[in-house]
């Protein structure tokens, strides 16, 4: 089965609004084994629409449109699909009262073009929406189906999953099911890695690439769920025969999700002490529902004297090694710990530019460290790609990175250790820093 | 003229990718004067491809393409669209000293396919690519234009600004100049209030929203930088006329920059306490270069003996009002800001979801205050739309706002007032609650 995504607005042509629906609709038509051939993006302009319409109806068993149901003369998507698919358009009365409805409940009234949006195909289908006032049409002509949904991507998605899909599966007479696996490292080397399970025909298996980890997304078409379930997890297999413990957790939106999770089923909690990242790493710990059972003192100390007030940070160490370094980013660490009382402790100090730097110490440099137990781990990360922000969410991931493994109860692969004890013996933070200058 | 944007590439009909390349150019096209007629994305297969540019050549004077100058079989751009173009490709000596060269700088030899990539134009011209190995082409027929450009953004932006860019406004004999304005409020409204002033053919003006706020870019054309200039700062007195103050700065990327901007020049420092917010304004300032001239405490106290041992919150007050109310809000500042000796501090406490609220405190709901002089402000929000990262980004706007409204020295409107001293009256914390719990 093959299809086009074609959206409707001309906002869309003026680069007012970014088109995120093409890509949604364009994974998901995927998932269902449907191949999308184009992705078109026309204005509300009638015989530019009904032209395209027809050459696209000639090219493709589907045409899925969003955008252009709504009540102004500019919407014109219905009526000008409906002539293409040899169908027209009636009143529906029962459409009209959800619409006088809801603008009551909203205090306004409603105009005449509003009319407009209760009319639905006469020999096609009306898709309900449960999420606003305009409703989505089916149109179908010698085994050629059109479908219209809403631009607004909050409704276009909610009556793409709740009508849309499961007419499809139907007519596919199977079911999907699908398996996320997140997984920890530089993208470009996991795409690499994982090359040739990419191009498999079912289950299909994509990689989206995201800051310090990717996404891999495993899904499987099969008569029953279970049978997709089964079919997801024997192909996930072949990733983590590849990718082993870098996979670090399945169908969570991201590594603040594991980390919170892992904390509370093992009933520790964590601090952050935050210099370079500012509050990025509390930000996305709190982000999470139920952070508040793991999480309570984030410490963002952006000057030297905030970090020794609040932290207990040496000045004469910040003095001798720099406030970038891993003396400074250890005791950080050990006195987020002490300030809040919390199990763990996760510790940035850095350079994420654009001014500052020199040969020792360049933008880029950023100085990680986790307190647990009797123990400090101090890692040193350079990031080359010198933009502030980039720097600034690499060095907040790696710190959740780290934050999991310590939350594992995992010795952290290539940090050094310090004794908790020893963070503030001169010969120790010598050591410390000698290891990690280098 | 007009103008189709032609993103080649499978990637973007699998949904692999988010296809921002035509968003941007569909912007730049607008400020050109050029009319985008379509935007449409297709896959790298050799038929497809000539029949679409064949027949979108009829139709526009201009064809942009992105993607799909690699150096794969697959990408077959550059000789599909030269062959529409009545054009042919020639080896380019000098294009394939500069590719061996990047591969011998990065340690990796080329393969016979990175040839592919030093083909150049005969007759129409190559485009230089200052930030990658592909260079781009331009061909021309019958004054018909088609230019091509890399898929990856960062260097198809480059490009485009470097070298497309120039050409398109040499040809139209003139120059471009942009202003962009950033207003306060809800974005709604002030498109409706401006709603005149986004139709005009030169300056163009268009409107983006953004989480409590929006932004109007207005471009003029014009023959010289100077008028241009002109051009757009009498416009821009049009939108001034219609929003008043609301317009609170120009060319920042965000209201943190200005925030910023505006405490340093005024020597002022700022401090933050975040609870559900949770860190997220102290990342918003931290992520301005030179925040650390303004900035150097924030605290996240997410648990209520946080709240208590960092910012020395009354726990009866806790205990009295709730963890969300006006009274908490003004303790939170006001410890903010004695904790860490700054000038002005502000603090939010609020219910993001999606467990917790009830009638009073439903969720959504959310205590914002900002501590200067003698004065505590308090303002209280309901955000309606149940979405734990959206009540958590318009809570944090709104604290910047109040944050700028402190720093510009202005009463903030809407605000509840009460002393500094009387933070800790309980009469003057019940009226406090009184007036906001309503």
Redesign the interface.
């Known amino acids: 089965m093959t299809a086009e995504i074609i959206s409707v607005g001309t906002e869309?042509?003026?680069?007012?609004?970014?088109?995120?629906n093409?890509?949604?609709?364009?994974?998901?038509l995927?998932a269902l084994g449907i191949t999308?051939?184009?992705?078109?993006?026309?204005?509300d302009n009638h015989d530019?629409l009904a032209e395209w319409v027809e050459a696209a109806k000639a090219r493709a068993d589907l045409l899925v449109f969003t955008g252009g149901l709504g009540p102004t003369a500019d919407d014109l998507t219905k009526e000008t699909v409906a002539a293409c698919y040899g169908d027209s358009l009636t009143f529906d009365p029962e459409e009209w009262e959800k619409i006088t409805s809801f603008f009551a409940r909203m205090g306004r009234q409603t105009t005449p073009n509003n009319r407009k949006q209760a009319m639905v195909p006469v020999h096609g289908q009306k898709i309900p929406n449960a999420h606003g006032t305009a409703p989505g049409a089916w149109f179908e002509q010698e085994g050629r189906c059109a479908v219209l949904m809403p631009g607004v991507p909050a409704e276009m998605k909610a009556m793409w999953a709740e009508q849309v899909r499961p007419r499809l599966l139907a007519r596919q007479n199977c079911t999907l099911h699908s398996l996320t696996l997140r997984v920890l490292g530089g993208e470009s080397d996991i795409e690499y890695r994982v090359r040739g399970l990419l191009k498999n025909e079912n289950p299909t298996a994509?990689?989206?690439c995201k800051t310090g980890e990717s996404e891999i997304r495993i899904t499987a078409r099969a008569a029953s769920d279970q049978d997709g379930a089964q079919m997801c997890r024997a192909y996930a297999k072949k990733f983590y025969d590849l990718l082993g413990d870098a996979v670090y957790d399945e169908d969570v939106p991201g590594l603040a999700h594991t980390v919170v999770h892992t904390l509370a089923a093992r009933g520790l909690t964590l601090s952050?002490a935050?210099s370079?990242?500012?509050?990025?790493?509390?930000?996305q710990?709190?982000?999470v529902?139920?952070?508040?059972d793991v999480?309570?003192?984030?410490?963002?100390?952006?000057?030297e004297?905030?970090k020794a007030r609040?932290l207990g940070v040496n000045p004469a160490v910040i003095e001798r090694y720099n406030v970038v370094s891993g003396p400074v980013a250890a005791q950080m660490a050990r006195g987020a710990r002490a300030a809040?009382g919390s199990d763990l402790a996760v510790a940035v100090t850095g350079l994420a530019?654009?001014?500052g730097g020199d040969a020792v110490r360049p933008v880029g440099t950023v100085y990680i460290a986790g307190a647990a137990g009797t123990s400090v781990f101090v890692e040193k990360f350079h990031y080359v790609r010198p933009d502030?922000?980039n720097t600034?969410a690499r060095a907040a991931h790696a710190a959740l990175e780290l934050a999991l493994r310590l939350a594992q109860g995992k010795a952290p692969a290539g940090c050094y250790r310090i004794d908790a004890a020893a963070c503030s013996d001169p010969a120790a933070l010598a050591a410390l820093d000698g290891a990690l200058i280098l």
């Open positions: 869309l042509l003026l680069g007012n609004i970014l088109n995120t093409a890509q949604f609709l364009s994974q998901e995927a999308v051939q184009r992705q078109s993006t026309i204005g530019r994509a990689i989206y952050t935050e370079c990242t500012g509050g990025m790493i509390a930000q710990l709190t982000g529902p139920g952070a508040s999480f309570g003192y984030g410490f963002v100390t952006y000057w004297q905030a609040l809040s530019g654009p001014g502030r922000e600034r």
